[in-house]
């Protein structure tokens, strides 16, 4: 059984910084990209960042800039700083990768349950 367990969310005013965490645990042979996605009230969950296990990463073009993705693979774990916040920020913010539990499985995606970012004044 594999888990991706987010936290670091909360509630912060506009221009303050957050940094979310997503540590992976369980039958975990190799992790290959990890990623975070956000979800906002009536709105499709959109990708914010993801990042290659060689540490290539991708922004969506809101988020360039401001937000930082990094991961520790021994850790398992993966990173969002996010500075300069914005009110649009605000979102359930979830974790994601794509995970190889033994060898010859192939890859399968898992998502976190989610954690929340506020930013309002």
């Known amino acids: 059984q594999v888990q991706l367990v987010e936290s670091g969310g909360g509630l912060v005013e506009p221009g303050g910084s957050l940094r979310l965490s997503c540590a992976a645990s369980?039958?975990?042979?190799?992790?290959?990209?990890m990623g975070w996605y956000r979800q906002a009230p009536g709105e499709q969950r959109e990708l914010v960042a993801d990042?290659?296990?060689?540490?290539?990463?991708n922004y969506a073009d809101s988020v360039k800039g401001r937000f930082t993705i990094s991961r520790d693979n021994a850790k398992k774990t993966v990173y969002l700083q996010m500075n300069s916040l914005k009110p649009e920020d605000t979102a359930n913010y979830y974790c994601?990768?794509?995970?190889?539990?033994?060898?010859?499985?192939?890859?399968?995606?898992?998502w976190g349950q989610g954690t929340q970012v506020t930013v309002s004044s």
């Open positions: 994601n990768a794509a995970i190889m539990g033994a060898p010859g499985w192939g890859y399968r995606t898992y």
């Open positions: 369980g039958s975990i042979f190799s992790i290959s990209s």
């Open positions: 990042i290659t296990i060689g540490g290539s990463a």
